[in-house]
């Protein structure tokens, strides 16, 4: 006869629960309330007495009125990658533009040529380092894209390292095949052939693979036009992919609404989105990823439409953006930062960001993202009393413990 796990009781935490929206919760109240567990879920949320009652006699953990919040998410990551473009901030600082590096060879090619020349082993090696700083941070789900092989093996060998994080360390990996991220050497001059090999070998390859939960692309001057995003996405579809895309980043290529059309999980970046695109997501329950330490990098002028991404009800998360060109960013909480003070979003706003609403743009929602009877037992235990001081601080390392699955780090 099979025993069920035992029940455990995370008692006297000072909740925040992420289950209000932010509308609805401008002040991110939090609440004195214990965490029962079982079998690495969240089976009940209440008062200890209570829960005592309930459950007697079982294994007691005491949080001490620490801030407790659900594990956080970063839902758009690019931290899988070799090489490093270091020598391309000089450039830019010198008054070159990210496009015109792009063009003339450095850029993603860069770092597709590095990624190329490295084993699954150094690509998993080389990750690590900025994985353990998400997770030091209290991150518990973490996407990782591919995209900087662009061949068959290259973009698999990425998506199995993504695999083997998520094994190595306690944490939940969501991977993307960001096959259209560039156009590789091969078809230099030539994104149509790409995007036919694209349709036809490579995204049913890789769907066939199991090794990548979603597909991404791409939409812009430097990378692929909306008519060649539209047959990508269609072709994903079709193979059971469910898509993302990186939207109106430089220009107004009107990538929010090619999103919304193809029901994307999510619209990452979407600083030049106009109200039609806010509108069209608003309609596809289309995620908004803000991404502020791209814009930060880069040193955009350009504000997304915050304001109406908040007034028409589109959920918006916030991730690092981690990645080795324009945002070499591991940290989730100067995201949070980020977005509070370049992009105006309350804290209320940056809490959900990182949690439900970050659930929501993988997909995930109904399993993590908030405290709740019923979801993963993912927490983060800060050195904090109240949520705003998360958003507040920089370099703070406010973490006290990661729960994932209701264990505890070491
Ligand atoms: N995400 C991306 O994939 C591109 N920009 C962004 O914000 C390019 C990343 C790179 O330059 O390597
Ligand atoms: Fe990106």
């Excluded at 008692?11 to 991110?28: I, K």
């Amino acid at each position: 006869m099979r025993t069920a796990a035992p029940i455990r009781l995370l008692a006297n935490g000072r909740v925040w629960s992420g289950a209000v929206p932010p509308a609805a919760d401008p002040d991110c109240p939090t609440a004195v309330a214990t965490i029962a567990e079982q079998g690495g879920r969240i089976v009940a949320v209440g008062g200890l007495d209570e829960l005592r009652r309930r459950y007697p006699g079982t294994e007691e953990l005491d949080f001490g009125g620490r801030l407790v919040t659900p594990g956080f998410i970063d839902c758009h990551t690019h931290v899988v990658y070799q090489g490093n473009r270091a020598g391309e901030i000089a450039r830019r600082l010198a008054g070159e533009s990210y496009q015109s590096i792009a063009r003339a060879g450095g850029g993603i090619l860069a770092t597709v040529n590095a990624t190329r020349a490295a084993s699954m082993q150094q690509l998993v090696e080389g990750a690590l380092p900025r994985v353990d700083a998400l997770l030091a941070e209290g991150v518990t789900t973490l996407e990782i894209k591919s995209g900087y092989g662009l061949d068959l093996e290259a973009e698999l060998r990425m998506l199995q390292a993504g695999r083997a994080i998520g094994a190595q360390r306690a944490l939940t990996v969501a991977t993307t095949y960001l096959g259209a991220h560039a156009v590789p050497p091969e078809h230099a001059g030539d994104a149509e052939g790409y995007v036919d090999r694209l349709c036809n070998e490579l995204i049913p390859a890789v769907a066939a693979s199991g090794h990548a939960d979603a597909f991404d692309a791409y939409c812009e001057r430097v990378a692929f036009s909306a008519p060649q995003v539209a047959r990508a996405f269609t072709a994903a579809r079709a193979h059971g992919l469910p898509v993302k895309l990186h939207a109106d980043q430089l220009s107004n290529m009107h990538g929010a609404t090619l999103a919304a059309q193809h029901g994307a999980l999510s619209a990452d970046h979407l600083e030049y989105t106009d109200a039609a695109g806010v509108a069209a997501l608003a309609d596809a329950g289309t995620v908004a990823v803000l991404l502020p330490g791209a814009y930060y990098f880069l040193r955009e002028q350009q504000l997304p439409p915050i304001e109406l991404l908040r007034s028409s009800g589109v959920p918006m998360a916030i991730a690092t953006d981690c990645n080795p060109g324009t945002s070499p960013m591991a940290s989730i909480l100067m995201a949070m930062n980020f977005a509070a003070v370049e992009f105006g979003m309350s804290t209320a706003e940056c809490l959900a960001g990182v949690t439900i609403a970050a659930a929501r743009a993988l997909g995930l929602h109904a399993d993590r993202g908030t405290i709740e009877a019923g979801k993963w037992c993912d927490l983060a235990v800060w050195n904090a009393a109240q949520p705003a001081e998360l958003v507040q601080g920089i370099g703070m390392r406010p973490l006290h413990q990661r729960f994932r699955h209701g264990q505890p780090d070491p």
